[in-house]
């Protein structure tokens, strides 16, 4: 076995286990992590929507663009970097955000909540499996948001510093932002518990290059079964971590911030699916790219957050009380589907000059 | 030996130009990349291949040497 290999064998186990222990911590169920409704709960502390039930500054979402930065500051790898199509990439990363909120969940949480049993996740990795299948036809047909050019440091330092500050203020001064008094919002392990996690992940995910969207991509492009041993490994972790502490419920119905509208979970990931490949990798991946000084990255994790708030205001997001989406949130879906294909279909077929 | 570029882009596309490029260079060629995953990738791509790896540093990158 590679090195490759044995390495996100170890970073998926420990990740799959740290997401269960803040379960226990606090988080809600099957969300130890879940970069999607992470980066909305912190909209909504800032007061980018009003969902009252999602408000919170997550410090996991700190933690992880922090373990990044330091860690590729200490070995080197920090490379202050951007302008792929920066625009775009905002604009997909607000899709990926109303994909993901659709399903309530980004591809970490989907793992997670295959590995708490729920069933739903199964049909979301069916629609985020095809997403990447059609990313990966587009990506071999020569898709590419363009090359990105050195920048200066400060660029790369911009995102890592907007992290430090919002960590600074929830310490000092929680009083400026929004919490959520009941709901998902409300349920957190303690601040230093999920600060602590996301610089563990965050470490972890950096060295191994981790991404949920990676491994599957790089099975279909090129057959190579390196990076969903992380994908693998969280799942196994957090299924015997979830069977240890009692976390383990099979089936569709009355699963913990789910709803059971199948084609809309099917649909939502999706899109995550394919944003994603268009992206080059996972929210979580954005993350640590942005922490590297990827400032593409950084800017599709701000299209994540408007996304997030996009979605809230104008209730486009599937819904675990009313048991899934209304009409809004169907018809922005199909859309942005629409959207995302013909802009893959732009960036591949028309040659740049 | 022919030089492919791909400083400036992000993975998977040095992987994707890489498989492309060796269709018409069987023989081998060199890949050039500026980030630590396109290194990582591209090397386990040629090994994969069955070429013989070869990473030296460069100026802002990596040259990779695939050959058979």
Not at chain 1, 31 to 56: E, L, P
Not at chain 1, 97 to 106: E, K, P, S
Not at chain 1, 129 to 141: E, P, Q, S, Y
Not at chain 1, 248 to 259: C, D, N, S, T, Y
Request: charged letters at 15%; proline letters at 3%; hydrophobic letters at 50%.
């Amino acid at each position: 076995m590679s090195k490759e290999k044995r390495n996100l064998i170890i970073a998926g186990v420990l990740i799959g286990a740290v997401s269960v222990l803040l379960v226990a911590f606090g988080n809600p169920k099957n969300m130890g992590f879940c970069i999607a409704c992470f980066i909305r709960d912190i909209a909504g502390a800032t007061k980018m929507h009003s969902a009252a039930v999602v408000q919170y500054v997550r410090p996991e979402i700190i933690g992880l663009v922090l373990g990044s930065w330091i860690i590729s500051l200490a070995t080197g790898e920090f490379k202050a970097r951007g302008g792929s199509s920066p625009m775009l990439r905002l604009v997909i990363g607000a899709f990926v955000m109303i994909g993901a909120l659709m399903f309530l969940g980004c591809p970490f949480r989907m793992i997670l909540r295959l590995a708490g049993g729920d069933l739903n996740a199964l049909v979301a990795l069916c629609g985020f499996i095809g997403g990447i299948a059609v990313g990966c036809f587009f990506l071999a047909k020569g898709f590419s948001l363009g090359r990105y050019h050195e920048q200066a440091s400060l660029e790369g330092h911009a995102f890592p510093a907007i992290n430090v500050l919002l960590l600074v203020l929830l310490l000092a001064v929680p009083s400026v932002f929004a919490f959520s008094e009941k709901g998902p919002g409300s349920m957190h392990a303690a601040v230093i518990i999920s600060l602590a996690a996301g610089l563990v992940v965050g470490i972890l995910a950096q060295r191994t290059r981790l991404c949920m969207v990676g491994g599957i991509r790089d099975i279909i492009l090129v057959k190579d079964y390196t990076l969903i041993f992380g994908f693998i490994f969280i799942f196994v972790a957090a299924l015997v971590g979830n069977l240890i502490t009692g976390n383990f419920k099979l089936g569709f119905e009355g699963q913990p911030v789910a709803h059971t509208a199948h084609l809309w979970n099917f649909l939502g990931m999706f899109v995550v699916g394919l944003g994603s490949a268009m992206l080059g990798g996972c929210p979580l991946r954005q993350l640590i790219l942005a922490g590297e000084g990827n400032s593409d990255s950084a800017l599709s994790v701000v299209g994540m957050f408007i996304g997030a708030a996009i979605a809230h205001n104008f209730k486009l997001v599937g819904n675990a009380t009313d048991n899934g989406p209304n009409t809004y949130g169907k018809v922005a879906v199909i859309a942005i589907i629409v959207i995302l294909l013909a802009v893959a279909a732009a960036k591949t077929f028309k040659k740049e000059k | 030996m022919k030089e492919l570029d791909c400083f400036g882009l992000s993975c998977p596309i040095p992987v994707v130009n890489t498989k492309k490029a060796i269709k018409d260079n069987p023989e081998g060629l060199d890949v050039l990349v500026d980030n630590v995953a396109a290194k990582e990738n591209v090397s386990r791509f040629g090994k994969a291949m069955g070429y013989n790896v070869e990473v030296t540093e460069m100026d802002g990158g990596w040259r990779i040497s695939l050959r058979k």
